[in-house]
């Protein structure tokens, strides 16, 4: 039984089976290659893209999905998370989606060994569907030559599952990463770190921009995000007519992590990366679901 805690637990073999079914998948949609499995999701955080991207992606491949509300579940009348999860796999899915605040949770359940296991973002670790249609997206747009290709990521690092599944994606592919952080957002990791945009914008050909994980800070760390955004906000004013892509897994926040503009400029990929995360997602449940 195959899990997929973090984009480590695919060889490079899978890697490169999941990029090149979606790309597959975009080209022309499969058949229903999942008709008569059951997919459930848990999702204990909010999600506007990463549930409705696998359910999306479920239905494209002929799967039924059903959704727990954690809000309405037993967990909420002391049941532990391990007992609500044995549950749902008494009624035989064929895999949970779960994505769960604390960076522990899908290794716990995976390690049950019950139903495959795919984690849709787990606190600060790992959002390794993400990471993978970030992945797609630049192998996409820059023809798969992506050795050596220069990303910065700008904004929260320290507090984004994202950043971190991305961080160790790339790195295993070649992609050179740097990070672009006030003090208090950046991670102790041994990359090259700018507290300056400015410093290092003629020397990238990508940047990931990240949202403020407000949910994640215990206290306050800025007052005022209007004061953030004049270092941190990626700008028309900023890029000029540099070819940088632009790149965010959302939620966006409009002029403090993205400007309108670059939001409408063609070197924003914000909703190539959604559209592409439905491939992935409809690859990876391929790969978990049927290929193994
Ligand atoms: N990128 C991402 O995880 O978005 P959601 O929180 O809306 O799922």
């Known amino acids: 039984m195959q899990h997929l805690v973090d984009t480590d637990n695919l060889s490079d073999k899978q890697l490169e089976a999941v990029m090149q079914d979606a790309k597959s998948f975009k080209k022309q949609l499969p058949p229903p290659l999942l008709e008569n499995h059951l997919i459930m999701t848990l999702f204990f955080e909010n999600s506007t893209r990463t549930r409705s991207s696998f359910e999306v992606a479920a239905k494209r491949l002929g799967a039924h999905i059903v959704h727990l509300d954690p809000a309405k579940s037993s967990t909420k009348k002391g049941e532990t998370l391990e007992d609500t999860f044995a549950n749902l796999c008494a009624m035989e899915p064929d895999g949970v989606i779960i994505r769960h605040s604390s960076n522990e949770t899908p290794k716990i359940l995976a390690d049950m060994d019950l139903t495959p296991v795919i984690n849709a973002g787990a606190g600060n670790y790992a959002h390794p569907t993400q990471a993978l249609l970030d992945l797609f997206t630049l192998r996409e747009f820059f023809e798969d030559d992506i050795k050596g290709l220069r990303v910065a990521i700008v904004g929260d690092i320290i507090n984004s599952r994202v950043a971190s599944s991305d961080i160790r994606l790339f790195k295993r592919v070649g992609i050179d990463v740097s990070l672009v952080a006030p003090k208090p957002f950046m991670p102790d990791i041994d990359l090259p770190k700018y507290e300056r945009i400015e410093d290092i914008i003629d020397k990238v050909d990508v940047i990931m921009s990240l949202r403020a994980q407000l949910e994640r800070h215990k206290k306050p760390i800025f007052d005022d995000y209007e004061e953030y955004a004049k270092h941190y906000c990626i700008t ?19 002029n403090i992590d993205i400007s309108d503009d670059i939001l409408d400029d063609p070197r924003s990929m914000v909703l190539d990366q959604v559209k592409n995360g439905v491939y992935i997602r409809m690859a990876v449940l391929k790969l978990l679901l049927l290929d193994n």
């Open 236 to 254: 028309e004013e900023l890029l000029e007519d540099r070819g940088i892509l632009v790149m965010h897994p959302g939620p966006v926040m409009r």
